[in-house]
Protein backbone atom coordinates (compact mmCIF):
# COMPACT_ATOMS: atom_id res chain seq x y z
CA UNK A 1 0.00 0.00 0.00
CA UNK A 2 1.68 3.66 -0.92
CA UNK A 3 2.14 6.37 1.54
CA UNK A 4 1.84 8.91 -0.86
CA UNK A 5 -0.31 9.97 -3.57
CA UNK A 6 0.85 9.69 -7.01
CA UNK A 7 0.22 9.62 -10.92
CA UNK A 8 2.23 7.65 -13.41
CA UNK A 9 1.23 7.75 -17.34
CA UNK A 10 1.74 4.00 -18.61
CA UNK A 11 1.02 4.83 -22.11
CA UNK A 12 -0.02 7.38 -24.55
CA UNK A 13 -1.41 7.73 -28.15
CA UNK A 14 -1.87 11.26 -29.84
CA UNK A 15 -2.44 13.44 -26.97
CA UNK A 16 -4.49 10.49 -24.96
CA UNK A 17 -2.83 8.54 -21.74
CA UNK A 18 -3.55 5.86 -19.68
CA UNK A 19 -2.23 5.34 -16.13
CA UNK A 20 -2.51 4.71 -12.61
CA UNK A 21 -3.35 7.24 -9.96
CA UNK A 22 -2.14 5.66 -6.37
CA UNK A 23 -3.28 6.92 -3.08
CA UNK A 24 -3.38 5.01 0.17
CA UNK A 25 -6.69 3.62 -0.18
CA UNK A 26 -6.45 2.37 -3.88
CA UNK A 27 -5.77 2.71 -7.19
CA UNK A 28 -7.39 4.86 -9.68
CA UNK A 29 -7.03 3.61 -13.40
CA UNK A 30 -6.93 6.37 -15.91
CA UNK A 31 -8.83 7.47 -17.39
CA UNK A 32 -11.08 7.08 -15.27
CA UNK A 33 -15.01 7.88 -14.34
CA UNK A 34 -16.53 8.84 -11.40
CA UNK A 35 -19.72 7.81 -10.55
CA UNK A 36 -21.77 10.78 -8.09
CA UNK A 37 -22.56 9.59 -4.71
CA UNK A 38 -24.00 13.07 -4.21
CA UNK A 39 -25.53 12.66 -0.45
CA UNK A 40 -23.18 9.73 0.51
CA UNK A 41 -24.89 7.46 -2.09
CA UNK A 42 -24.50 6.62 -5.61
CA UNK A 43 -28.45 6.89 -6.06
CA UNK A 44 -29.88 3.51 -6.40
CA UNK A 45 -26.85 1.07 -6.30
CA UNK A 46 -25.58 -0.34 -2.97
CA UNK A 47 -21.11 1.02 -2.82
CA UNK A 48 -20.42 -2.86 -3.42
CA UNK A 49 -22.35 -2.80 -6.77
CA UNK A 50 -20.80 0.45 -7.69
CA UNK A 51 -17.91 -0.94 -7.25
CA UNK A 52 -18.98 -4.10 -9.60
CA UNK A 53 -19.47 -2.15 -12.20
CA UNK A 54 -15.69 -1.65 -12.25
CA UNK A 55 -15.45 1.88 -10.49
CA UNK A 56 -12.46 2.61 -8.80
CA UNK A 57 -12.87 6.04 -7.24
CA UNK A 58 -16.44 7.75 -6.06
CA UNK A 59 -17.38 11.67 -5.96
CA UNK A 60 -18.87 13.05 -2.97
CA UNK A 61 -20.25 16.81 -2.55
CA UNK A 62 -19.24 18.87 -0.58
CA UNK A 63 -22.05 21.46 -0.55
CA UNK A 64 -24.62 18.68 0.43
CA UNK A 65 -22.79 17.11 2.90
CA UNK A 66 -22.15 20.06 4.60
CA UNK A 67 -26.34 21.06 4.79
CA UNK A 68 -27.58 17.53 5.08
CA UNK A 69 -25.86 15.34 7.37
CA UNK A 70 -22.87 18.16 8.09
CA UNK A 71 -19.48 17.63 7.88
CA UNK A 72 -18.84 17.63 11.82
CA UNK A 73 -21.53 14.80 11.88
CA UNK A 74 -19.49 12.44 9.21
CA UNK A 75 -16.70 13.46 11.02
CA UNK A 76 -17.65 12.11 14.27
CA UNK A 77 -19.19 8.87 12.80
CA UNK A 78 -15.62 7.96 11.49
CA UNK A 79 -15.69 10.35 7.82
CA UNK A 80 -17.34 9.62 4.67
CA UNK A 81 -15.98 5.75 3.64
CA UNK A 82 -17.14 4.66 6.70
CA UNK A 83 -20.31 6.46 7.31
CA UNK A 84 -21.08 5.46 3.35
CA UNK A 85 -19.54 2.04 3.46
CA UNK A 86 -16.71 2.80 0.44
CA UNK A 87 -13.03 2.09 1.65
CA UNK A 88 -12.08 3.23 -1.77
CA UNK A 89 -10.80 6.45 -3.09
CA UNK A 90 -13.45 9.49 -2.66
CA UNK A 91 -12.86 13.14 -4.54
CA UNK A 92 -15.18 15.74 -3.29
CA UNK A 93 -15.92 18.90 -4.69
CA UNK A 94 -15.64 22.30 -3.34
CA UNK A 95 -19.25 23.65 -2.69
CA UNK A 96 -18.46 26.04 -5.11
CA UNK A 97 -20.40 25.27 -7.79
CA UNK A 98 -23.20 24.23 -6.47
CA UNK A 99 -23.68 26.78 -3.82
CA UNK A 100 -23.79 29.23 -6.88
CA UNK A 101 -26.38 26.96 -8.75
CA UNK A 102 -28.67 25.66 -5.62
CA UNK A 103 -28.29 27.76 -2.45
CA UNK A 104 -30.74 31.29 -1.82
CA UNK A 105 -29.84 34.38 -1.04
CA UNK A 106 -25.99 34.21 -1.99
CA UNK A 107 -24.02 37.39 -1.34
CA UNK A 108 -20.44 36.62 -3.06
CA UNK A 109 -17.26 38.66 -1.61
CA UNK A 110 -13.43 38.04 -1.46
CA UNK A 111 -13.94 36.39 1.59
CA UNK A 112 -16.61 33.65 -0.07
CA UNK A 113 -20.17 33.24 0.31
CA UNK A 114 -22.80 33.38 2.16
CA UNK A 115 -25.55 31.52 1.38
CA UNK A 116 -28.97 30.35 2.54
CA UNK A 117 -29.50 27.01 2.53
CA UNK A 118 -31.97 25.24 -0.25
CA UNK A 119 -33.03 22.54 1.87
CA UNK A 120 -34.56 24.70 5.41
CA UNK A 121 -33.06 28.30 4.30
CA UNK A 122 -30.40 27.63 7.42
CA UNK A 123 -27.57 30.56 6.66
CA UNK A 124 -23.68 29.05 6.03
CA UNK A 125 -20.51 30.67 4.92
CA UNK A 126 -18.51 28.96 2.20
CA UNK A 127 -14.87 30.17 1.82
CA UNK A 128 -11.70 28.50 0.85
CA UNK A 129 -10.96 27.90 4.27
CA UNK A 130 -13.91 26.62 5.34
CA UNK A 131 -14.58 24.22 2.05
CA UNK A 132 -10.80 22.95 3.17
CA UNK A 133 -12.11 22.12 6.43
CA UNK A 134 -15.08 20.21 5.91
CA UNK A 135 -13.10 18.22 3.06
CA UNK A 136 -10.78 17.22 5.61
CA UNK A 137 -14.03 16.43 8.33
CA UNK A 138 -15.40 14.30 5.59
CA UNK A 139 -11.91 12.10 4.87
CA UNK A 140 -12.01 13.10 1.27
CA UNK A 141 -9.13 11.41 -1.07
CA UNK A 142 -8.71 13.99 -3.39
CA UNK A 143 -9.63 17.66 -1.82
CA UNK A 144 -10.76 20.43 -4.83
CA UNK A 145 -9.43 24.13 -4.55
CA UNK A 146 -12.98 26.06 -3.87
CA UNK A 147 -13.19 28.19 -6.52
CA UNK A 148 -16.17 30.65 -8.68
CA UNK A 149 -17.39 29.26 -11.70
CA UNK A 150 -19.68 32.40 -13.25
CA UNK A 151 -23.02 31.61 -14.40
CA UNK A 152 -23.62 32.09 -18.09
CA UNK A 153 -24.08 33.94 -20.23
CA UNK A 154 -20.64 35.79 -19.29
CA UNK A 155 -19.02 38.77 -20.81
CA UNK A 156 -15.12 38.01 -21.00
CA UNK A 157 -14.36 40.36 -18.50
CA UNK A 158 -16.75 38.68 -15.88
CA UNK A 159 -15.37 35.44 -17.01
CA UNK A 160 -12.01 37.26 -16.33
CA UNK A 161 -12.98 38.95 -12.98
CA UNK A 162 -14.27 35.65 -11.54
CA UNK A 163 -10.98 33.28 -12.81
CA UNK A 164 -8.66 35.66 -10.83
CA UNK A 165 -11.00 35.61 -7.50
CA UNK A 166 -10.77 32.14 -8.28
CA UNK A 167 -6.77 31.68 -8.47
CA UNK A 168 -6.96 34.54 -4.76
CA UNK A 169 -9.13 31.42 -3.50
CA UNK A 170 -6.58 28.97 -4.82
CA UNK A 171 -3.80 30.07 -3.27
CA UNK A 172 -5.93 30.34 0.06
CA UNK A 173 -7.35 26.67 -0.49
CA UNK A 174 -3.57 25.48 -0.76
CA UNK A 175 -2.76 27.42 2.38
CA UNK A 176 -4.73 26.24 4.35
CA UNK A 177 -5.12 22.46 3.07
CA UNK A 178 -1.34 22.21 4.58
CA UNK A 179 0.87 19.35 4.39
CA UNK A 180 -1.57 16.27 4.45
CA UNK A 181 0.33 13.25 3.10
CA UNK A 182 -2.16 10.22 1.00
CA UNK A 183 -4.53 13.16 0.05
CA UNK A 184 -4.28 15.63 -2.99
CA UNK A 185 -5.52 18.90 -3.60
CA UNK A 186 -6.47 19.86 -7.35
CA UNK A 187 -6.58 23.32 -8.53
CA UNK A 188 -9.21 24.23 -11.04
CA UNK A 189 -8.19 26.13 -13.98
CA UNK A 190 -11.02 28.66 -15.53
CA UNK A 191 -11.17 31.29 -18.13
CA UNK A 192 -14.37 30.22 -19.65
CA UNK A 193 -13.35 29.71 -23.78
CA UNK A 194 -11.01 32.24 -23.98
CA UNK A 195 -7.56 30.85 -24.39
CA UNK A 196 -5.63 33.61 -23.15
CA UNK A 197 -7.63 33.25 -19.90
CA UNK A 198 -7.22 29.60 -19.53
CA UNK A 199 -3.22 30.51 -19.99
CA UNK A 200 -3.24 32.90 -17.53
CA UNK A 201 -5.52 30.78 -14.94
CA UNK A 202 -2.86 27.65 -15.63
CA UNK A 203 -0.11 29.51 -14.80
CA UNK A 204 -1.47 31.03 -11.42
CA UNK A 205 -2.24 27.36 -10.97
CA UNK A 206 1.53 25.90 -11.37
CA UNK A 207 2.95 29.01 -9.66
CA UNK A 208 1.33 27.76 -6.57
CA UNK A 209 1.76 23.96 -7.33
CA UNK A 210 -1.20 21.63 -6.93
CA UNK A 211 -0.92 17.43 -6.83
CA UNK A 212 -3.89 17.39 -9.97
CA UNK A 213 -5.60 20.31 -11.89
CA UNK A 214 -9.02 20.57 -12.73
CA UNK A 215 -10.40 21.85 -16.19
CA UNK A 216 -13.54 23.93 -14.59
CA UNK A 217 -16.12 26.19 -15.78
CA UNK A 218 -17.37 23.53 -18.78
CA UNK A 219 -20.20 21.16 -19.60
CA UNK A 220 -22.14 24.63 -17.81
CA UNK A 221 -24.02 24.89 -21.15
CA UNK A 222 -21.60 26.30 -24.14
CA UNK A 223 -22.24 22.93 -25.93
CA UNK A 224 -20.11 20.05 -27.16
CA UNK A 225 -18.36 22.30 -29.69
CA UNK A 226 -16.99 25.07 -27.72
CA UNK A 227 -16.01 22.43 -25.10
CA UNK A 228 -13.94 20.71 -27.41
CA UNK A 229 -12.54 24.06 -28.90
CA UNK A 230 -11.20 24.44 -24.41
CA UNK A 231 -9.92 20.74 -24.72
CA UNK A 232 -8.06 21.18 -28.14
CA UNK A 233 -5.36 23.94 -25.96
CA UNK A 234 -6.23 23.79 -22.03
CA UNK A 235 -4.95 20.57 -20.97
CA UNK A 236 -1.34 21.87 -22.91
CA UNK A 237 -1.32 24.54 -20.57
CA UNK A 238 -0.95 22.11 -17.25
CA UNK A 239 2.02 19.77 -16.30
CA UNK A 240 2.17 16.59 -18.11
CA UNK A 241 2.64 14.74 -14.98
CA UNK A 242 0.05 15.71 -12.99
CA UNK A 243 -3.65 14.30 -13.10
CA UNK A 244 -5.92 16.05 -15.55
CA UNK A 245 -9.73 15.94 -14.32
CA UNK A 246 -12.70 17.51 -16.37
CA UNK A 247 -15.47 18.46 -14.20
CA UNK A 248 -18.83 17.52 -14.75
CA UNK A 249 -18.70 15.49 -17.90
CA UNK A 250 -20.46 13.89 -19.48
CA UNK A 251 -22.38 11.92 -22.37
CA UNK A 252 -20.52 8.86 -23.83
CA UNK A 253 -19.46 11.10 -26.44
CA UNK A 254 -18.33 14.02 -24.33
CA UNK A 255 -16.17 11.21 -22.53
CA UNK A 256 -14.39 10.17 -25.66
CA UNK A 257 -13.91 13.37 -27.19
CA UNK A 258 -11.90 14.27 -23.88
CA UNK A 259 -10.07 11.71 -23.50
CA UNK A 260 -8.81 11.70 -27.11
CA UNK A 261 -7.33 15.42 -25.65
CA UNK A 262 -5.70 14.22 -22.88
CA UNK A 263 -8.07 13.99 -20.32
CA UNK A 264 -7.63 11.49 -17.12
CA UNK A 265 -10.77 11.88 -14.76
CA UNK A 266 -14.20 12.65 -15.24
CA UNK A 267 -17.29 12.91 -13.41
CA UNK A 268 -21.47 13.20 -14.49
CA UNK A 269 -24.31 12.29 -12.55
CA UNK A 270 -25.53 11.35 -16.10
CA UNK A 271 -25.17 7.53 -15.90
CA UNK A 272 -27.39 7.56 -12.55
CA UNK A 273 -28.96 9.99 -13.00
CA UNK A 274 -30.88 8.41 -16.49
CA UNK A 275 -30.88 5.06 -14.91
CA UNK A 276 -33.76 7.40 -12.75
CA UNK A 277 -35.86 8.10 -15.73
CA UNK A 278 -36.21 4.89 -17.74
CA UNK A 279 -33.01 6.01 -20.27
CA UNK A 280 -30.12 3.56 -20.79
CA UNK A 281 -27.13 4.35 -22.68
CA UNK A 282 -25.65 1.55 -24.89
CA UNK A 283 -23.07 1.23 -27.21
CA UNK A 284 -25.85 1.76 -29.85
CA UNK A 285 -26.70 4.87 -28.01
CA UNK A 286 -29.73 5.88 -25.96
CA UNK A 287 -32.64 3.96 -25.23
CA UNK A 288 -36.23 4.95 -23.99
CA UNK A 289 -37.19 1.93 -21.68
CA UNK A 290 -40.86 3.90 -21.44
CA UNK A 291 -41.31 2.87 -24.91
CA UNK A 292 -44.22 0.96 -25.73
CA UNK A 293 -41.93 -0.91 -28.36
CA UNK A 294 -40.48 -2.96 -25.68
CA UNK A 295 -43.64 -4.17 -23.86
CA UNK A 296 -43.73 -7.45 -25.52
CA UNK A 297 -39.97 -7.68 -26.09
CA UNK A 298 -37.84 -10.77 -24.90
CA UNK A 299 -34.75 -9.55 -25.97
CA UNK A 300 -32.15 -8.06 -23.05
CA UNK A 301 -30.79 -4.51 -22.91
CA UNK A 302 -27.68 -5.07 -24.73
CA UNK A 303 -27.05 -8.59 -25.92
CA UNK A 304 -23.55 -8.10 -25.31
CA UNK A 305 -23.32 -6.70 -21.48
CA UNK A 306 -22.74 -8.85 -18.71
CA UNK A 307 -24.79 -6.41 -16.14
CA UNK A 308 -27.26 -7.97 -14.04
CA UNK A 309 -30.06 -5.94 -16.15
CA UNK A 310 -29.10 -7.39 -19.19
CA UNK A 311 -27.93 -10.78 -18.20
CA UNK A 312 -31.18 -11.65 -15.97
CA UNK A 313 -33.86 -9.36 -17.15
CA UNK A 314 -35.94 -8.97 -20.98
CA UNK A 315 -36.57 -5.11 -22.08
CA UNK A 316 -39.99 -6.12 -21.46
CA UNK A 317 -39.50 -6.41 -18.10
CA UNK A 318 -37.48 -3.77 -17.94
CA UNK A 319 -40.03 -2.01 -19.47
CA UNK A 320 -42.77 -3.49 -17.13
CA UNK A 321 -40.76 -1.83 -14.05
CA UNK A 322 -40.68 1.26 -15.53
CA UNK A 323 -44.38 1.97 -16.10
CA UNK A 324 -45.12 0.05 -12.78
CA UNK A 325 -42.60 2.66 -11.19
CA UNK A 326 -41.26 0.12 -9.36
CA UNK A 327 -37.47 0.64 -7.27
CA UNK A 328 -36.04 -1.88 -9.11
CA UNK A 329 -36.40 -0.08 -12.28
CA UNK A 330 -34.06 2.52 -11.20
CA UNK A 331 -31.70 -0.20 -9.55
CA UNK A 332 -31.57 -2.09 -12.62
CA UNK A 333 -30.78 0.77 -15.06
CA UNK A 334 -28.68 2.68 -12.60
CA UNK A 335 -26.57 -0.47 -12.79
CA UNK A 336 -26.64 -0.84 -16.42
CA UNK A 337 -25.74 2.13 -17.30
CA UNK A 338 -22.72 2.80 -14.53
CA UNK A 339 -21.74 -0.62 -16.02
CA UNK A 340 -21.45 0.39 -19.25
CA UNK A 341 -19.71 4.17 -18.89
CA UNK A 342 -17.23 1.95 -16.75
CA UNK A 343 -17.02 -0.62 -20.12
CA UNK A 344 -16.25 2.17 -22.28
CA UNK A 345 -13.32 3.33 -19.72
CA UNK A 346 -11.86 0.28 -19.54
CA UNK A 347 -12.24 0.03 -23.57
CA UNK A 348 -10.29 3.60 -24.13
CA UNK A 349 -7.79 2.29 -21.38
CA UNK A 350 -6.67 -0.95 -23.30
CA UNK A 351 -6.58 0.96 -26.63
CA UNK A 352 -4.53 3.63 -25.61
CA UNK A 353 -2.46 1.00 -23.85
CA UNK A 354 -2.37 -0.67 -27.32
CA UNK A 355 -1.68 2.72 -29.36
CA UNK A 356 -5.19 1.64 -31.12
CA UNK A 357 -7.46 4.25 -30.23
CA UNK A 358 -8.34 5.86 -33.88
CA UNK A 359 -9.66 2.87 -34.44
CA UNK A 360 -12.05 2.12 -30.96
CA UNK A 361 -13.14 5.49 -31.56
CA UNK A 362 -14.27 4.90 -34.83
CA UNK A 363 -16.21 1.89 -33.54
CA UNK A 364 -17.57 4.02 -30.88
CA UNK A 365 -18.84 6.19 -33.38
CA UNK A 366 -20.03 3.27 -35.82
CA UNK A 367 -22.12 1.73 -33.23
CA UNK A 368 -23.94 4.27 -32.17
CA UNK A 369 -24.76 5.49 -35.86
CA UNK A 370 -26.17 2.08 -36.21
CA UNK A 371 -29.16 2.68 -33.70
CA UNK A 372 -30.96 0.69 -31.61
CA UNK A 373 -31.77 -2.73 -32.64
CA UNK A 374 -35.11 -2.79 -34.69
CA UNK A 375 -38.41 -3.74 -32.48
CA UNK A 376 -39.57 -7.12 -33.27
ZN1 LIG B 1 -26.32 -4.01 -19.20
Not at 113 to 124: E, L, M, N, Q, T
Amino acid sequence: MVERFGFQVNATDGRARTGIISTPRGEIRTPAFMPVGTAATVKAMMPESVRATGADILLGNTYHLMLRPGAERIARLGGLHRFMNWDRPILTDSGGFQVMSLAALRKLTEEGVRFASHIDGSKHMLSPERSMEIQKLLGSDIVMCFDECPALPATEDQVAKSMRLSMRWAQRSRDAFGDRPGHALFGIMQGGVTRELREESATALKSIGFDGYAVGGLAVGEGQEAMFGVLDYAPGFLPEDKPRYLMGVGKPDDIVGAVERGIDMMDCVLPSRSGRTAQAWTRRGQVNLKNARHQDDPRPLDENCTCPACRNYSRAYLHHVVRAQEIIASMLLTWHNLHYYQELMQGLRGAIAEGRLSAFVAGFHAARAEGDIEPL
